[in-house]
């Protein structure tokens, strides 16, 4: 009997030791799901409740309110972008909110393209029940590493001691 209790919470503490994801985790793998565009995957990380919306200006635009209207709007999405792939060029985090810079690319006939878009995204209870995307830019290009170098300006130390005085 004493052998059986234990394999019982041996097996209870291993689902239980499980950590749940962080809010980050979820934001990269809703990603991962858009690049495979695996609707049905991207749907299981929202609740379903989710709210996708865009800020345009002083408006906020609800672009869908529930994982239904979700699934059918990145089902239409996929079929016009069938080659739509997102990139994460930086994410922080606070608390249940994650931003992102994301880049996406596409090919429309023949010509590659892209454009980037600042989201934050809430998780609640390890799914996405609210992301807003701000509008997209052209994405900023990296300048190469000499340019980087040529402008970095050495602080002038005694201005700065002078002025706090």
């Known amino acids: 009997m004493r052998s059986y209790l234990l394999a019982a919470s ?7 030791s499980q950590a749940a994801p962080t809010p980050t985790e979820v934001v990269e ?7 495979k565009h695996d609707v049905e995957l991207m749907v299981q990380h929202t609740s379903e409740t989710v ?3 865009h800020i345009t200006g002083t408006k906020v635009e609800v672009e869908t309110s529930d994982r239904t209207e979700f699934g059918a709007a990145m ?14 060029l930086q994410i ?27 989201g934050t995204f809430r998780v609640k209870a390890g799914k996405l029940a609210e992301f807003w995307y701000f509008p997209a830019h052209a994405c900023d290009e990296q300048p190469p590493q000499e340019m ?18």
């Not at 793998?29 to 690049?35: D, L, M």
């Not at 249940?96 to 980037?116: I, K």
């Open 10 to 16: 041996l097996t209870f503490l291993s689902f239980t």
């Open 29 to 35: 793998s809703f990603i991962q799901a858009y690049n």
């Open 51 to 53: 709210r996708w919306m």
């Open 75 to 88: 089902t239409d999405y996929f079929e016009t972008l069938k080659d739509a792939n997102a990139t994460i």
């Open 92 to 118: 922080i985090d606070s608390g249940s909110y994650v931003s992102t810079v994301e880049r996406v690319t596409w090919d429309n006939d023949g010509e590659h393209l892209s454009q980037c878009s600042i």
């Open 148 to 165: 980087i170098e040529q402008d970095v300006v050495e602080p002038e130390i005694g201005v700065l001691q002078e002025t706090q005085q």
